[in-house]
């Protein structure tokens, strides 16, 4: 069975800050990893790594993967507090695509 | 370009009750997922949909249905409610699969009581 494992589970800083959060996985047959940024309701989608897509970048966010440990870091610099959420990693199962196993998330805190 | 759309966004129901939720997923999406986030148990997949044809079902009793429809919205049902079944139920719609899989966008999910 697939498994996501994030950490830490919560997380306090101030604005300014960077920070690093951790996903790491166990699956078969590895597709992809995914991670999501959940503010209130909807998960919104942040980046998508590959075995061709290792890194990804989007203003102070970045994340790589390690197709060889099995795990993913996401990088936030410069925290304001509109980063303040849940982190959410995710990984396809072997049967679909788009059937998503969810690690627990990171509760981001960002204090003024 | 409209996103995914749930409905309704608050729910009360009692014990016993049956409910069923709304998705329109985003316009040329085909596929639409169904998952469950409590807090004890984090997000889990439901089901999902591709083609009005359930593609894959997650770990969850045969009280939880769905289906979808020929312009690709697509509907979930529990029936007999029980109070473990009070969740926020997001449903996600993605475009046709890559082999390295493909990004899936939520919806702002229906906030479930069951009292």
């Given at each position: 069975e697939?498994?996501?494992?994030?950490?830490?589970?919560?997380?306090?800083?101030?604005?300014?800050?960077?920070v690093t959060l951790n996903c790491s996985y166990e699956v078969t047959n590895f597709r992809s990893l995914l991670w999501?940024?959940?503010?209130?309701?909807a998960p919104t989608f942040l980046f998508m790594l590959t075995s061709?897509?290792?890194?990804?970048?989007s203003g102070r966010?970045?994340?790589?993967?390690?197709?060889?440990?099995?795990?993913?870091?996401l990088n936030?610099?410069?925290?304001?507090?509109g980063d303040s959420a849940v982190y959410l990693c995710a990984v396809p199962a072997p049967g679909s695509a788009?059937?998503?196993?969810?690690?627990?998330?990171?509760?981001?805190?960002?204090l003024p | 370009k409209a996103g995914v759309t749930q409905t309704p966004r608050y729910l009360i129901k009692t014990r016993g009750q049956q409910v069923t939720l709304s998705c329109s997923p985003i316009s040329g999406h085909r596929s639409v997922s169904w998952y469950q986030q409590t807090p004890g148990q984090g997000l889990q997949f439901l089901f999902e949909y591709f083609s009005e044809t359930q593609r894959n079902k997650g770990n969850f009793?045969?009280?939880?249905s769905g289906r979808q429809f020929s312009n690709s919205r697509s509907e979930m049902n529990v029936s007999t409610l029980e109070l473990g079944d009070s969740a926020l139920y997001l449903c996600a719609s993605s475009t046709r699969t890559v082999a390295e899989g493909t990004e899936a966008f939520f919806g702002q999910g229906t906030r479930l009581t069951v009292v």
């Open positions: 697939d498994k996501v494992v994030q950490s830490p589970l919560s997380l306090v800083v101030h604005e300014g800050d960077t999501y940024k959940q503010e209130k309701k061709s897509g290792i890194e990804k970048k966010l970045s994340s790589i993967l390690d197709k060889k440990e099995l795990f993913s870091i936030i610099t410069a925290t304001q507090t788009r059937q998503l196993t969810f690690g627990s998330g990171t509760q981001l805190t960002v | 009793p045969g009280r939880f």
